[in-house]
Nanobody, 125 residues
Framework: QVQLVESGGGSVQAGGSLRLSCAAS????????MGWFRQAPGKEREGVAAIVTGGGISYYADPVKGRFTISQDNAKNTVYLQMNSLKPEDTAVYYC??????????????????WGQGTQVTVSS
């Protein structure tokens, strides 16, 4: 059973930065898609970024391209989301998720099996 624990959320002013971490354990497949998703109040959960473990191929949603960077530390089984130039519209609960590579559609939340508990990111104007 894969377990995911997020950390690093908080409150920042517009233009600021945050780095989210997702520590994973219990892998049973050799390769996974690891994704970051977010859900704002009253909105559907949406994909933000995703990465293939080991291979390093990454994917980004259009609203965050050029501002967010997903990365991984394989030795620590940890995936990061560096968020720069934050905007008020980035305010949401951010979730880390994992899917076996064979089932992965990178930015589609419905394709992910394992989810973390979420961490709040609030960006004020």
């Amino acid at each position: 059973q894969v377990q995911l624990v997020e950390s690093g959320g908080g409150s920042v002013q517009a233009g600021g930065s945050l780095r989210l971490s997702c520590a994973a354990s219990g892998y049973t497949y050799s390769r996974y898609c690891m994704g970051w998703f977010r859900q704002a109040p009253g909105k559907e959960r949406e994909g933000v970024a995703a990465i293939v473990t080991g291979g390093g191929i990454s994917y980004y949603a259009d609203p965050v391209k050029g501002r967010f960077t997903i990365s991984q530390d394989n030795a620590k089984n940890t995936v990061y989301l560096q968020m720069n130039s934050l905007k008020p519209e980035d305010t949401a609960v951010y979730y880390c998720a994992a899917a076996p590579l064979s089932a992965c559609v990178p930015l589609q939340p419905g394709q992910y099996t394992y989810w973390g508990q979420g961490t709040q990111v609030t960006v004020s104007s």
